[in-house]
């Protein structure tokens, strides 16, 4: 996607082949070089916010750029390249490695460590020649790129002290020395195939919000034009022309009203639990529905301009301005690595100045990049995650990555959304006034219509009996005769035009946010219903939950002001924003990390999405679209709102188990790396250590198993 901003440009490049935080500087220093270009690259999303000056750099030359650099790039506009199929690609292929690592290195674990196996080192060597060379080839790859470009990271440590390991053992072999270690080279080498497998399958979905996005919007229209009808793409629609749309339809496109009434369901956009009821002049929007009525509609925006397109691009935009996701472990190995190679050159050199031979050289060198070959340090991140996000599922919580769980940790608000978060988005009947007959008589003629308000009284009432010459009036309401009378169904005239008792009850609902109507007999007004949305049953000891953490909780919503003021004093809500558009949304969460809040965004909507992406963590309601799902950090697979603040605990508890993780990881090479250079840990304790080292990782991630959701 390319835009235009006065003498600049904008594109956004897809780039492959990125694997950590270091990988993303080197790709931003590359295109910030270039003279005329600002570039963010995104980690999380395999993509590139390029500004640039078309008059000094055109985007031929910064896909070449980041060719150069070692990565691959593409323009999406151009079709050739799809980061999520690309992901999805990658990962099938770490499967297929897996695939062949795992029945291997189990192979050769038995030969070298079981008691009473023959040891078979020739066979052992057979075993983990693949197991390196092939399954570990991904690592050995990066360390490659990054070898080229004069840096290193954790991949550099994994290739080189599985390949040293590998050809020490076969040095030792020909020489008929037992010390070998085929079971410390093919062992590092699958753990950590399986960490970046679980990382590759969990990023090829990083797409997938604005994928949902994309599938909203109607894919046909039916143009109206001198009385003919003829359908075709939305893609053809032009403004002026106009389109017919049928009941249970969607709107194609943004619009103007010029023919015919109907109540639209404006959700999806507003979050406005009620249709809107809509005639000729009123405004439409692209992708919302037609409930009851049959409209005719002139096209006005199109494309990119469209509401539904600019939350699309709101999206886009958010994800894009997300700072990039450094993990723990490479953030510890972007200084742990060189220092680590370093010292293993450093021994080796020391032990044949000192007069030692080159074999005693090289097995204090080898022990050094074994003992600090990183199984622990790369086990830290996905073993807690695997632990943590499996006993999230079990309580109905996905947890997308652990750059939600370095959000939770410092989380200071909570911007919740209302309808379909905190309500069930369902009208029911909350009061009626008036003769209770005509509310009978009201639930059996709005039997035979679809609207919401009809089935909430019709759910609210027992109204059967026969409805003669019934009739529907879109945007007035519903008449016919029930049991002889005329009964009408409709929109409330102002309080002074009713009687006291109904004028009364009119009032006291439209101040606690309640939608009226009124049921005439005979002409005459006898009662007034109250509809409105419906609090779930767990909301209100959700926002105490999270207000025993500490967090302020802050009500945003599209509903107006009156509705949403009624649900937060139900609840005991702090704070209210109330008649917000989609993109008001992420102003709103913007200017509260501005003023140095840390927000969790908890919405369900299409109206959310933007804002889920833009807060430091973002909570779907499982309940709600897939746009919602797919742009949230976390998930909550029923919809409870009660796991708001268990997801919170959750992640935390885990975010602080990955730091126990690497901080033992850590200081277990800080302890052994020196006794391995002063030659007093030979490689195959070495090995055995860094093994103890990764079962008490996974020992302490397993603890995470024991996590209650009232803990």
């Not at 030692?356 to 080898?366: F, L, S």
């Not at 889920?612 to 909570?619: H, S, Y």
Request: aromatic share 4%; glycine share 10%.
């Amino acid at each position: 996607m390319t835009e235009t901003h006065g003498q600049t440009r904008s594109v956004d490049l897809l780039v492959g082949g990125m694997t950590c935080a270091s990988c993303v500087a080197r790709v931003e220093k590359k295109l910030n070089r270039l003279e005329g270009v600002a570039a963010s690259v995104n980690l999380a999303t395999a993509s590139a916010r390029v500004r640039f000056d078309p008059a000094l750099v055109d985007e031929a030359t910064l896909v070449e750029t980041v060719e150069r650099t070692g990565y691959s790039a593409a323009l999406p506009s151009g079709g050739e390249s799809d980061p999520q199929a690309e992901e999805a690609a990658y990962a099938a292929g770490l499967f297929r490695r897996l695939l062949l690592a795992v029945p291997l290195t189990v192979a050769v674990l038995v030969l070298s460590m079981v008691p009473g196996v023959p040891r078979l080192p020739w066979l052992q060597l057979v075993l983990t020649v693949p197991v390196v060379l092939y399954a570990g080839w991904p690592f050995h790859r990066a360390a490659a790129v990054n070898a080229r470009h004069g840096a290193s990271t954790m991949d550099t440590l994994v290739s080189l002290g599985t390949l040293v390991a590998l050809a020490w053992s076969v040095v030792q072999l020909l020489r008929g020395e037992m010390h070998l270690y085929f079971e410390v080279a093919a062992t590092v080498t699958t753990f950590l195939l399986l960490g970046r497998y679980l990382e590759a399958r969990a990023k090829s979905r990083a797409g997938s919000a604005l994928h949902a996005l994309l599938e909203l919007g109607a894919k046909r229209a039916v143009v109206f034009e001198e009385g003919r009808e003829r359908e075709v793409d939305v893609a053809e629609l032009r403004p002026g022309m106009r389109v017919l749309v049928r009941p249970g339809a969607q709107v194609p496109t943004d619009g103007v009203v010029t023919d015919g009434a109907s109540a639209v369901d404006e959700s999806m956009i507003t979050g406005e639990s009620l249709p809107v009821e809509k005639a000729a002049g009123d405004e439409v929007v692209g992708g919302t529905l037609n409930a009851d009525g049959r409209l005719v509609v002139e096209v006005t925006r199109i494309g990119r301009d469209t509401l539904l397109a600019r939350i699309r691009q709101s999206v886009v935009d958010a994800q894009a301005g997300k700072a990039p996701i450094q993990r723990l472990a490479d953030r510890i190995s972007a200084v742990f690595v060189p220092v680590v190679l370093l010292v293993a050159v450093a021994t080796f050199l020391a032990w044949l100045v000192t007069g030692h031979g080159a074999d005693a050289a090289m097995t204090a060198a080898v022990s050094v990049l074994v003992i600090a070959c990183p199984c622990a340090l790369g086990l830290a991140t996905p073993t807690a995650l695997l632990v943590g996000t499996g006993r999230a599922a079990q309580l109905g919580i996905v947890i997308r990555g652990a750059e939600a769980l370095e959000s939770s940790r410092a989380i200071t608000t909570v911007v919740l959304d209302k309808t379909g978060t905190l309500t069930t988005g369902a009208m029911r009947v909350h009061e009626t006034a008036g003769d209770p007959d005509a509310i009978r008589l009201a639930a059996a003629l709005e039997a035979a219509s679809e609207h919401p308000v009809a089935r909430a009284i019709v759910a609210h009432a027992d109204g059967q009996a026969a409805v003669e010459e019934f009739s529907n009036e879109p945007g007035i309401g519903v008449r016919g005769r029930v049991e002889g009378h005329r009964v009408h169904v409709g929109r409330t005239p102002e309080p002074s035009a009713l009687p006291a008792g109904l004028a009364d009850a009119g009032v006291a609902a439209h101040a606690a946010g309640r939608t009226t109507v009124l049921v005439r007999v005979d002409d005459e007004p006898r009662a007034l219903i109250a509809v409105g949305d419906t609090v779930k049953p767990a909301a209100r000891a959700s926002i105490e939950d999270l207000q025993r953490l500490g967090l302020r909780t802050v009500l945003l919503t599209g509903d107006n002001e009156a509705a949403a003021r009624q649900v937060a004093d139900e609840l005991g809500i702090e704070s209210v924003v109330a008649g917000v558009l989609p993109q008001d949304k992420v102003s709103e969460v913007a200017r509260l990390q501005a003023s140095g809040e840390v927000v969790a965004m908890v919405g369900d909507g299409v109206n959310d999405a933007a804002a889920l992406v833009q807060a430091d963590l973002g909570i779907a309601m499982g309940s709600g679209t897939d746009a919602a799902i797919e742009a949230g950090d976390l998930t909550l697979v029923n919809g409870d709102p009660a796991l708001v603040g268990t997801s919170v605990r959750l992640a935390r508890r885990t975010l602080r188990t990955i730091r126990q993780n690497l901080f033992w990881a850590f200081a277990y090479n800080l302890v052994g790396i020196p006794i391995a250079a002063l030659g007093l840990l030979n490689p195959m304790i070495a090995g055995a250590a860094m093994a103890a080292s990764s079962v008490c990782v996974v020992s302490n991630s397993l603890r995470l198993r024991g996590f209650r959701a009232d803990s």
